[in-house]
């Protein structure tokens, strides 16, 4: 249950700011805090076990027959990044305290970021596929809101959209590539993958699996050729770039590589997607890195480096390059997170990013000036820093894995060529900012942050410095422990340390720290050179694939329908004819085994008047309040067939659909015309008969074939399994709360939104109220009328009851909770009908939304109830118990999930019909208004005139 806490905490930590913002900004962030860092200390009270050997793990039944279960694990992997995710959060929320102006709405702010690092807690723990897959969409859409979080700039919404499509794309194709990877396995139990490496590599799929999953991958973590989202996903502010950017979801592509790796790596395919990737990746973010002029571009395109760089150790696959992998991915989030939380800073206190109106900030800035300069050390490689240690593992991996065969000596240049340009943008980063003289001065006067502002960026240096001097001491252990579990097996033996002796990759750090030192004094040469290439904004170039796709898409849905809405439902409906006509050309007796039912009077008749009903609706369409009684006619003889045909549950819900369905149509035709014109010539109307008699005969032919045949139903199951096994003797109550009530959840759920939607619409709408129909009937003074109010206070109490009375027999006999919601609101909904808006409110003085909802949540809360007695979700019991003076009693859980549906469908629906009948504004003849008005005036002159 610790692993359940570690993955819920964060989650319910969303709401922590929502409800505390109230309290003033410390409160908030406090508050925020909370239970995130209870999250961490669980994490970290969990390590004795780990390096004990131990994976723990935590599995909760969800959706057995989808393969999905709530299974968490926490192994040493978990650990690295949960303390990244968890640690770094945790500085970042405090950071942002101080960053923010007192103007921003902290309290989403704060919501956003929690709701982010929860769920890439959830793809860390994620011990199912398909699990990890939902909490990697749930990172698109928070990462979404918080690049987007300043909706005034129109950079923060693009860099936003781009993002989501971007992540979102790979996110479909991780999903068709996690799928794949299931029916490989068999099994989407990450153990069972993760052991299933020789069978998986052996599969005819596996190269389309892995295209796949390389797919979410890269374009998660930036990699090329999707590497263009990520600068300007820095439209974003400053502790979102330094949390999202440089420690969390730009890694969460790394960590999949990293988790999946004893399954999908180790193949030639594999080395050469990955390595090559990567080492694309390392070139072009270290190369733009170097021009560009704003403090987080310039991060931006280094974070991509890096990335790239633990990319290629990632495809190399070996023992020590996984360790160099694992390794650097603690040390860039240190340096970088710190690097980014400068440039805020800088920016917070100069009121600028940008170089040229920076520079000789260390006289105003020492002790940052002191921060930032050892951070950027770091990432350039420099000695007796974290940067620097994984970095050599990085040359000496290139030099001892031969990736391209004859060419495998590109790979070491290349890395090489890597370190040279990282030190040269780092160097340019910290002597532009704070040694180089200023060109102009910024639009503020530089000086310190608040103490606690620094704070983070102090303590991530620090760490910076210590691993770099004592790396076995303070990072050995973490490091070995998620190597252990990205391996599958146990880590090579490995020693971290400062010195190694002179060999090849310290003569590369050498050349690189050389070689960087001179790129940057020669860096105005290469400025130039870079001017006279024209650059391409991806930005824009997104923008106008995007519009260049709207486009497309209406020039094809035009051509395709013609912006007529006929053609459109023609077209449609002669593909329904042609596919069934090609389904009845392989029957050859169209009349089955089963042969007829005899025909009565009674079924002549109900059959006729379903024909007569359905043709005058349509016949008489343009007269809409007539038409609309026609099609009521239709509703009534459905219902009656289904009394008809033994199936009473579904006859009590169509008329209570029924009356629901005509209030509501009533109520939208009041603003429509009582006629409409032609629309249609006769030509038209010949082509429409046609399709509709030919669309007839055909499915009453497909109808008449399957009915007439024999067949195994699942309905057997049902009938026979709904006492056993439901604990009732209504099969459809039984079916829709208990066999199919996660489907009925569902259901509900999307009536809840589509009311809640509705409400929304409606709330401040007022439509003008005619006061005269279409031949200028002036409509009756008399509103409310007496006999209409009288029978429906009396009948008000009366179908209360008898909903009541529906609900609690549903689960034995024909009833249940959405026919004696549809009840109750039609109750009501009469009483506003007859009393008007205002009268019902004042005696309904309570919102109808909360009811929707707590009616959600209650049938919500009855599935989760199962888990606590250790059955699957929505899992239903019953039992029999006997009552003084009321005897043997049958109670079932079925009934709570069964209330639930009740208060979504009262609350939903009196939020549609409630609302739609009070959009009215009174009718205020204009003419009347004018005359009025000019009498007002002529009165006022001829008192002025005297």
């Known amino acids: 249950m610790i692993l359940l806490w570690i993955a819920l905490l964060p989650l319910f930590g969303v709401l922590a700011p929502l409800l505390s913002v109230r309290h003033g900004r410390a409160a908030c962030t406090l508050a925020t805090a909370l239970l995130p860092g209870i999250a961490l200390a669980l994490t970290l009270a969990q390590i004795p076990a780990l390096a004990d050997g131990q994976a723990l793990r935590f599995s909760a039944s969800w959706l057995p027959q989808l393969g999905l279960d709530l299974a968490l694990r926490l192994d040493g992997l978990t650990l690295l990044f949960n303390l990244l995710i968890l640690g770094i959060g945790l500085l970042i929320l405090l950071y942002a305290h101080f960053y923010l102006d007192q103007s921003e709405p902290v309290g989403r702010f704060y919501a956003f970021m929690v709701l982010f690092m929860a769920s890439m807690v959830g793809i860390a723990m994620a011990d199912n596929l398909i699990l990890l897959w939902l909490y990697w969409e749930l990172t698109s859409l928070a990462s979404f809101l918080l690049i987007g979080f300043w909706t005034t700039q129109s950079a923060a919404r693009k860099g936003a959209r781009m993002a989501l499509t971007v992540t979102g794309a790979g996110g479909l194709a991780l999903l068709a590539g996690v799928l794949l990877l299931g029916q490989i396995a068999g099994s989407f139990d990450m153990d069972v993958v993760l052991s299933s490496g020789e069978a998986i590599a052996a599969d005819p799929r596996y190269p389309a699996m892995l295209v796949l999953v390389l797919l979410g991958a890269f374009t998660k973590s930036a990699q090329f050729p999707f590497q263009f989202w990520l600068p300007h996903a820095m439209a974003a502010p400053t502790p979102v770039s330094a949390y999202l950017h440089s420690a969390t979801m730009v890694k969460a592509g790394i960590f999949l590589m990293a988790r999946l790796h004893p399954a999908?790596?180790?193949?030639?395919?594999?080395?050469?997607?990955?390595?090559?990737?990567?080492?694309?990746?390392?070139?072009?973010?270290?190369?733009?890195?170097?021009?560009?002029?704003?403090?987080?571009?310039?991060?931006?395109?280094?974070?991509?480096?890096?990335?790239?760089?633990?990319?290629?150790?990632?495809?190399?696959?070996?023992?020590?390059?996984?360790?160099?992998?694992?390794?650097?991915?603690?040390?860039?989030?240190?340096?970088?997170?710190?690097?980014?939380?400068?440039?805020?800073?800088?920016?917070?206190?100069?009121?600028?990013?940008?170089?040229?109106?920076?520079?000789?900030?260390?006289?105003?800035?020492?002790?940052?000036?002191?921060?930032?300069?050892?951070?950027?050390?770091?990432?350039?490689?420099?000695?007796?820093?974290?940067?620097?240690?994984?970095?050599?593992?990085?040359?000496?991996?290139?030099?001892?894995?031969?990736?391209?065969?004859?060419?495998?000596?590109?790979?070491?240049?290349?890395?090489?060529?890597?370190?040279?340009?990282?030190?040269?943008?780092?160097?340019?980063?910290?002597?532009?900012?704070?040694?180089?003289?200023?060109?102009?001065?910024?639009?503020?006067?530089?000086?310190?942050?608040?103490?606690?502002?620094?704070?983070?960026?102090?303590?991530?240096?620090?760490?910076?410095?210590?691993?770099?001097?004592?790396?076995?001491?303070?990072?050995?252990?973490?490091?070995?422990?998620?190597?252990?579990?990205?391996?599958?097996?146990?880590?090579?033996?490995?020693?971290?340390?400062?010195?190694?002796?002179?060999?090849?990759?310290l003569a590369m750090s050498a050349v690189a720290l050389a070689g960087g030192g001179l790129m940057y004094w020669r860096h105005a040469d290469m400025r130039r050179f870079v001017?006279?290439?024209?650059?391409?904004?991806?930005?824009?170039?997104?923008?106008?694939?995007?519009?260049?796709?709207?486009?497309?898409?209406?020039?094809?849905?035009?051509?395709?329908?013609?912006?007529?809405?006929?053609?459109?439902?023609?077209?449609?409906?002669?593909?329904?004819?042609?596919?069934?006509?090609?389904?009845?050309?392989?029957?050859?007796?169209?009349?089955?085994?089963?042969?007829?039912?005899?025909?009565?009077?009674?079924?002549?008749?109900?059959?006729?008047?379903?024909?007569?009903?359905?043709?005058?609706?349509?016949?008489?369409?343009?007269?809409?309040?007539?038409?609309?009684?026609?099609?009521?006619?239709?509703?009534?003889?459905?219902?009656?067939?289904?009394?008809?045909?033994?199936?009473?549950?579904?006859?009590?819900?169509?008329?209570?659909?029924?009356?629901?369905?005509?209030?509501?149509?009533?109520?939208?035709?009041?603003?429509?015309?009582?006629?409409?014109?032609?629309?249609?010539?006769?030509?038209?109307?010949?082509?429409?008969?046609?399709?509709?008699?030919?669309?007839?005969?055909v499915i009453a032919s497909l109808n008449y074939a399957v009915m007439t045949r024999g067949g195994v139903s699942i309905s057997d199951f049902f009938i026979n399994h709904s006492v056993p096994g439901g604990g009732g003797h209504n099969v459809v109550n039984v079916i829709l709360v208990d066999f199919r009530g996660f489907d009925t959840l569902g259901e509900i759920t999307v009536l809840a939104l589509a009311g809640l939607a509705i409400f929304k619409l409606l709330n401040r709408l007022r439509l003008f109220m005619p006061h005269s129909d279409a031949e200028g009937r002036v409509w009756s003074p008399d509103r409310y009328p007496a006999i209409l109010t009288s029978i429906s206070m009396a009948l008000l109490p009366l179908a209360l009851l008898v909903s009541v009375f529906i609900f609690l027999r549903g689960h034995n006999q024909p009833g249940g909770g959405f026919i004696a919601g549809l009840i109750t609101a039609v109750a009501l909904i009469l009483l506003y009908m007859a009393r008007g808006v205002d009268w019902a409110q004042?005696?309904?003085?309570?919102?109808?939304?909360?009811?929707?909802?707590?009616?959600?949540?209650?049938?919500?809360?009855?599935?989760?109830?199962?888990?606590?007695?250790?059955?699957?979700?929505?899992?239903?019991?019953?039992?029999?118990?006997?009552?003084?003076?009321?005897?043997?009693?049958?109670?079932?859980?079925?009934?709570?999930f069964d209330l639930g549906v009740y208060l979504a469908v009262v609350g939903a629906t009196l939020m549609i019909l409630a609302n739609l009948g009070k959009v009215t504004t009174p009718h205020r003849p204009v003419i009347e208004s004018r005359d009025n008005n000019r009498g007002k005036a002529a009165s006022a002159a001829n008192k002025e005139n005297g």
């Not at 520079?359 to 990432?379: D, E, F, I, N, Q």
């Not at 439902?569 to 089955?592: D, H, Y």
């Not at 979700?873 to 109670?891: K, N, R, V, W, Y």
């Open 264 to 505: 999908l790596g180790g193949t030639p395919l594999w080395t050469v997607l990955v390595a090559l990737t990567g080492t694309v990746t390392l070139l072009y973010g270290a190369w733009f890195a170097l021009f560009k002029t704003d403090l987080k571009g310039i991060l931006a395109f280094s974070t991509v480096s890096h990335l790239g760089l633990v990319t290629v150790l990632l495809g190399i696959g070996s023992p020590m390059a996984i360790v160099g992998a694992l390794f650097h991915i603690l040390n860039h989030a240190t340096f970088k997170a710190a690097l980014f939380m400068s440039a805020g800073i800088i920016d917070h206190e100069t009121g600028t990013r940008e170089l040229k109106y920076l520079g000789g900030l260390r006289k105003g800035m020492p002790v940052m000036a002191v921060l930032t300069s050892v951070a950027a050390a770091a990432m350039a490689g420099v000695p007796l820093l974290n940067g620097f240690l994984s970095k050599e593992m990085l040359f000496a991996e290139t030099l001892n894995t031969p990736i391209l065969a004859g060419l495998s000596w590109t790979m070491p240049v290349l890395a090489a060529l890597g370190g040279v340009l990282s030190v040269a943008y780092s160097l340019r980063l910290a002597h532009a900012v704070f040694f180089k003289p200023p060109r102009r001065m910024p639009p503020r006067h530089p000086h310190e942050p608040p103490r606690l502002m620094r704070a983070p960026v102090e303590l991530l240096v620090t760490l910076c410095v210590l691993v770099g001097l004592f790396p076995a001491l303070l990072a050995g252990g973490l490091v070995d422990l998620a190597t252990q579990a990205a391996l599958g097996g146990a880590s090579p033996d490995f020693h971290l340390a400062i010195w190694h002796g002179f060999n090849v990759p």
């Open 531 to 697: 001017t006279q290439f024209k650059g391409l904004d991806a930005r824009f170039v997104f923008e106008r694939g995007v519009q260049s796709c709207i486009k497309a898409s209406e020039r094809s849905l035009t051509w395709f329908e013609g912006n007529s809405l006929q053609r459109y439902m023609a077209c449609l409906l002669m593909a329904a004819v042609v596919a069934g006509v090609m389904g009845l050309a392989k029957i050859a007796p169209l009349t089955g085994e089963a042969g007829n039912q005899p025909i009565d009077g009674v079924a002549l008749f109900g059959t006729a008047m379903l024909i007569f009903g359905g043709i005058a609706t349509a016949a008489i369409h343009r007269f809409r309040l007539v038409s609309l009684l026609m099609l009521s006619i239709v509703g009534l003889f459905v219902a009656l067939t289904f009394a008809r045909f033994s199936a009473p549950d579904l006859a009590l819900t169509q008329l209570s659909v029924e009356v629901v369905t005509m209030i509501l149509l009533m109520l939208a035709l009041f603003f429509l015309p009582q006629r409409t014109p032609r629309e249609s010539g006769p030509m038209r109307n010949v082509r429409d008969i046609l399709l509709s008699s030919a669309l007839g005969l």
């Open 842 to 896: 004042q005696r309904l003085d309570f919102p109808f939304q909360p009811v929707a909802v707590a009616g959600v949540a209650t049938a919500t809360l009855t599935g989760v109830g199962s888990w606590l007695f250790g059955q699957p979700f929505l899992t239903s019991a019953f039992g029999h118990f006997s009552l003084p003076l009321i005897g043997e009693l049958e109670l079932a859980t079925a009934l709570l």
